[in-house]
């Protein structure tokens, strides 16, 4: 660029108009005719012309607008433009209010071939132009201004002549429009010295609808909006009988200022504007007729025309131009009523709250909200769903929605994928989608948000210890930070029991993975956010994970997590990821091995039993229940059938087997004591089958009910580890406890044993677990407790 560039661009010339009106009148006094002349200035633009189809399709898409005077084409420049003509004509496309317009250059063969093109339509406004600025006269065409005039009337007079005419064979009622091209760098004076011989030599100018059109177009836009408003007032100042002409305005967008340049030329006594729709046109484009209607409609003004289904306009104009809306256009991009911002957001959100009680109330009936100009639902379009999404949508649009229905801030990197995910579905099925399409494709996607939408791989329950628990031995409290997953998955609706170790949660799902499953994967990026507030307030993740090791992978796979347990969150979002990155790649089936030393064992053992019984042991249990495993097989010569296995089990533990445990429970009541905290446990229990009515008091229902055993028995009864989980699904779902009792009698070594139980009461379920384990040790029974 240059440091002075006034040495290569000349300034515009201002007129001399000090008088000059048209800052002080008031917009939207009138409302100005209409012309779209996308299909032929907007057409001669594109880089694919319309086919005649697409014409006809934009064609009525304008009737449908309620434009009433439509340039159709320049019928002598193709025989495309021409057929379409014929076509529109034959065919009775137009309606009788609407006026078809044709354009010419002023050159006699190509004015009779326009003729021809319209020979039977009802309204034809005859379109002639010959160029008239300086540089056009003395470079391009080298003519006197003389010769500029001339021309013009030689061809305004064959116009007449043919009007006549075609008007005597045809019944055509024809209107005259002539444009002094590139009028606003055409001497002022001498536009009106060639339109005051135009309208001479045409003769027939009168009021009303007779009037003469001359269009005054921008033909480049090269000064500020005030000049041209001023080059209009000039005009319509010194232009004879101003009653018999419609001053037209055509103006061009290459200063960014078509707009205010139309608006001010409406100011400044315009009658009548030409543009196209969105603002297609050659370079920067036409002046945009939806943006001038729809500014004059937010000042309370009635433009005339009809976008109160602007989607079907967009979807129209993009289809026939090829060409996409500008997501932040006016009143027509898909963001415009969009906010992104929060406060944004919440002040819209506000401002529709308190307009429904202004209405209610019928203080007014006026539209205000904050950040929306104007009301969406007239335009065809709602506040919460107005992005439109098809495979023309942006991703800030789809991921806004995801936001707004899921609750869900997806990462950038995120909302890329989706984005790919919706626009295939888009592509594939060739429609637009709908909220609820997109979301339910997330859901799918991501396996996101209920059985409905469950993975091949599922969370089912899990514990996260802080440091590796070794087996039946007590912490020494002196390991690394690392964690545990100990866990139950289901995976393609087997559950299996997984464990693995790593840094934190998600690196020891990895391991669990990657030990019994053989699914390696390595995370590359990890966010979190809260979702809601207060006592509801739940966790969202988000995790992407590439092929084991290759965190500059082109490929990665991306998965949602939400849960109340942040822990939780981050484990269902890795699986998410874990889903769409396995496809439908087979997994490794579960094995039965049971060996002295294979740790895999232990947990195909565990995976047996919760997919047999419901059972999800915890880590302890199944340690203690593989040794139960290792004796049996061992005596068996190391081999343990399936059903052998989970008998085994039943009798070990007293499960849902016909034994008859030593204690069991009877009717019993549970009541707070003291200050609440404690439990008194009021009932009976079976010794063998003999009632007794027995009391206990303890901090909780199995402490109490162990406290009501205890006057029974020798020696003293612990409760070393206590866990439950549900179970069964629907009405039929249960509990199932885990007790392990501790028995302590002199003169014997420490023994302990596991007690089960499953009832549909959790209080019942746990006491019973503790009367089951009681029974499975030799217990000594003081002489009160037998009769
Ligand atoms: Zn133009």
Redesign the pocket.
Same mark, same amino acid.
């Given at each position: 660029m240059l440091t002075d560039p006034s040495v290569k661009y000349k300034r515009y010339t201002p007129i001399d108009l000090p008088d000059r009106k048209w800052p002080s009148a008031t917009y939207g006094a009138k409302v100005p005719i209409w012309l779209s002349?996308d299909l032929r200035?907007g057409n001669q633009a594109l880089a694919n012309p319309m086919t005649i189809d697409q014409k006809t399709s934009f064609f009525r898409q304008l009737v449908k607008c309620q434009v009433k005077e439509i340039e159709v084409s320049y019928p002598a420049a193709s025989d495309t433009d021409f057929n379409f003509v014929r076509g529109l004509v034959e065919n009775g496309e137009i309606p009788d209010d609407t006026w078809i317009q044709v354009l010419t250059p002023a050159r006699e063969d190509l004015i009779r071939r326009t003729f021809d093109s319209v020979a039977g339509a009802k309204h034809v406004i005859l379109h002639m132009y010959n160029a008239t600025s300086p540089s056009f006269r003395n470079v391009v065409f080298r003519n006197s201004k003389e010769q500029t005039i001339e021309l013009a009337v030689r061809h305004t007079k064959l116009v007449r002549q043919l009007t006549e005419e075609f008007a005597a064979k045809h019944g055509t009622v024809f209107k005259y429009e002539y444009s002094p091209e590139t009028f606003t760098q055409t001497e002022p004076d001498f536009a009106i010295e060639v339109c005051e011989a135009v309208k001479t030599a045409w003769g027939k100018a009168g009021t009303g609808e007779d009037r003469i059109i001359f269009n005054l177009?921008a033909?480049v836009e090269i000064a500020p909006p005030n000049h041209y408003a001023d080059q209009i007032e000039y005009f319509g100042r010194k232009i004879t009988e101003r009653e018999k002409v419609i001053i037209s305005l $055509?103006p $061009?967008n290459d200063r960014g200022t078509g707009i205010a340049a139309a608006e001010m030329g409406m100011l400044a006594g315009a009658d009548r504007v030409e543009g196209c729709l969105f603002g297609n046109?050659?370079r920067t484009g036409?002046v945009d007729l939806v943006n001038l209607a729809l500014n004059l409609y937010t000042q309370g003004v009635n433009p005339n025309l009809d976008f109160s289904d602007i989607q079907s306009v967009i979807d129209t104009v993009t289809q026939c131009n090829d060409l996409p809306i500008h997501p932040r256009h006016p009143y027509a991009g898909e963001l415009v009523f969009t906010a992104f911002s929060g406060s944004h957001q919440d002040a819209i959100k506000k401002g529709f709250e308190a307009q429904k009680v202004r209405h209610s109330t019928g203080e007014n009936s006026y539209w205000d909200v904050p950040y929306l100009p104007i009301d969406p639902a007239d335009l065809g379009q709602t506040y919460e769903a107005v992005i439109r999404v098809n495979s023309q949508s942006g991703k800030g649009g789809i991921a806004y929605l995801i936001k707004q229905n899921l609750h869900l801030d997806l990462p950038r990197k995120m909302q890329v994928a989706f984005y790919q995910v919706v626009q295939a579905i888009a592509d594939k099925e060739a429609r637009e989608m709908t909220v609820d399409d997109i979301t339910t494709a997330f859901r799918q996607t991501y396996h996101f948000g209920g059985s409905a939408y469950q993975g091949r791989l599922a969370l089912r329950n899990f514990k996260i210890s802080s440091e590796p628990n070794h087996d039946n031995t007590e912490n020494s409290g002196d390991e690394d930070e690392r964690k545990r997953f100990d866990g139950t998955i289901s995976v393609d609706g087997v559950y299996r029991v997984l464990r693995g170790n790593g840094n934190g949660p998600l690196s020891a799902l990895l391991d669990a993975l990657k030990t019994h499953l053989d699914i390696e994967f390595t995370i590359r990026e990890y966010t979190e956010h809260s979702v809601g507030q207060d006592q509801g307030a739940k966790a969202a993740s988000y995790v992407e994970i590439v092929p084991a090791g290759d965190r500059k992978s082109a490929v990665s796979w991306w998965g949602a997590g939400l849960d109340s347990d942040i822990a939780e969150s981050g484990l269902r979002a890795l699986l998410s990821a874990v889903n769409c990155a396995i496809g439908d790649r087979p997994l490794p089936e579960l094995k039965l091995s049971v060996g002295f030393n294979a740790s895999s064992g232990h947990d195909d053992i565990s995976s047996r039993i919760v997919n047999a019984l419901g059972l999800e042991l915890p880590r302890r249990l199944q340690s203690s229940f593989f040794e139960v495993v290792q004796r049996a097989a061992r005596d068996s010569g190391g081999e343990i059938t399936y059903d052998a296995l989970i008998n085994l089990f039943k009798t070990t533990y007293c499960f849902s087997t016909p034994s008859n445990p030593r204690f069991t429970l009877g009717a019993f009541k549970l009541e707070q004591t003291g200050d609440g905290a404690g439990r008194q446990f009021n009932g009976e229990i079976l010794f063998n089958g003999e009632k007794k009515s027995v009391v206990g008091q303890g901090n909780g229902p199995l402490s109490s009910a162990l406290a009501a055993l205890h006057p029974f028995i020798e020696g003293e009864l612990r409760i070393r580890e206590y866990s439950e989980h549900s179970i069964g699904e629907g009405t039929e779902v249960g509990a199932a406890s885990y007790v392990e009792l501790v028995y302590d009698v002199a003169g014997s070594k420490k023994r302990s044993a596991w007690g089960i139980s499953i009832d549909t009461d959790i209080t019942a379920s746990g006491i019973r677990a503790v009367l089951n384990a009681a029974s499975t040790l030799d217990i000594g029974l003081k002489k009160n407790a037998t009769q």
């Open positions: 002349t200035d177009p033909t $055509h $061009h046109g050659e036409n």
